[in-house]
Structure formats: structure tokens, C-alpha cells
């Protein structure tokens, strides 16, 4: 009995974990490593110049990828970092690099968050069938 409690407990406690770390992740990918991500796909930097420019700029949500099309010059891509006080923008090649780029990052975390529970999980097997057995 006690033996299927304990798995139960594990199981609750992976699912838990898990929970959290789908959750980080998808909230690290919107913080501030965004603006690397989006450096590194092709995006460009730049600061806002003309009234208009700054009209537009302030008009953006900050900190969201927004897709903008323009007469004649296509569809393109913009995410405003308002402590910065630039956009990035760039075009759909860029933007599908960006998605590209936040799947492998998504991907690295999960095995590095996997590699630090099979870590915590092995100190915890140590040793249980020694002395150590009945401290639980």
C-alpha cells in the first residue's frame, strides 16, 4: 500500500512539474530573451524617427509580434520593446526563422529541465536499499 502511494505521489508530482515547466517556457519565449531570438532570425532594430514613425510606434502593443501589411510593400513583422524604445522588424522569412528559433529554444529547456529531474531523482534512489532505506 505504501509502495502505491508513493507512486501516486511521484506521478502527481511529475505532472506538477511538468505543468510548470510548459508554463515557464512558454512565458520565458515572451520575456526578455525575445529581442535575442529575434536579432539572431533577421530582424532589425530600429528607432523610431519621423512623427509618423512615432505615431506608429506608439500605437504597437508592447512586447507582442504584431503583423503589418503595406501597400505595395507586403506583409512584414514588428514587435515593440518598449524600454528599449526600438521596434524589430522584419519580413516573413525572418518571422518564420523567429517561430523556428523559439521551437529549438523550447525544445533545450525541456531537456535541460528533464536532465535537472533525473539528477534530483537519482540522489533520491541512492542508497534506498541501504541504511538509508527507512529515513523516508
Given at each position: 500500500?505504501?509502495?502505491?502511494l508513493r507512486t501516486s505521489?511521484?506521478?502527481?508530482?511529475?505532472a506538477a512539474v511538468?505543468?510548470?515547466?510548459?508554463?515557464?517556457?512558454?512565458?520565458s519565449v515572451g520575456s526578455g530573451?525575445?529581442?535575442?531570438l529575434l536579432t539572431a532570425a533577421g530582424f532589425r532594430a530600429r528607432t523610431?524617427?519621423?512623427?509618423?514613425?512615432?505615431?506608429?510606434?506608439a500605437a504597437l502593443p508592447p512586447y507582442k509580434v504584431q503583423q503589418a501589411t503595406v501597400p505595395g510593400k507586403g506583409v512584414f513583422?514588428?514587435?515593440?520593446?518598449?524600454?528599449?524604445?526600438?521596434?524589430y522588424i522584419g519580413r516573413e522569412a525572418e518571422y518564420q526563422q523567429y517561430k523556428q528559433l523559439c521551437v529549438q529554444q523550447q525544445i533545450a529547456s525541456d531537456y535541460y529541465m528533464a536532465a535537472q529531474m533525473n539528477t534530483v531523482y537519482a540522489?533520491?534512489?541512492?542508497?534506498?536499499?541501504?541504511?538509508?532505506?527507512f529515513l523516508w
Amino acid at each position: 500500500m505504501t509502495t502505491t502511494l508513493r507512486t501516486s505521489n511521484i506521478v502527481i508530482l511529475l505532472a506538477a512539474v511538468t505543468g510548470a515547466v510548459l508554463l515557464a517556457g512558454c512565458a520565458s519565449v515572451g520575456s526578455g530573451n525575445t529581442t535575442s531570438l529575434l536579432t539572431a532570425a533577421g530582424f532589425r532594430a530600429r528607432t523610431p524617427q519621423t512623427p509618423k514613425q512615432q505615431e506608429l510606434y506608439a500605437a504597437l502593443p508592447p512586447y507582442k509580434v504584431q503583423q503589418a501589411t503595406v501597400p505595395g510593400k507586403g506583409v512584414f513583422y514588428v514587435y515593440k520593446d518598449a524600454n528599449a524604445g526600438v521596434a524589430y522588424i522584419g519580413r516573413e522569412a525572418e518571422y518564420q526563422q523567429y517561430k523556428q528559433l523559439c521551437v529549438q529554444q523550447q525544445i533545450a529547456s525541456d531537456y535541460y529541465m528533464a536532465a535537472q529531474m533525473n539528477t534530483v531523482y537519482a540522489r533520491g534512489w541512492y542508497g534506498a536499499w541501504g541504511p538509508r532505506a527507512f529515513l523516508w
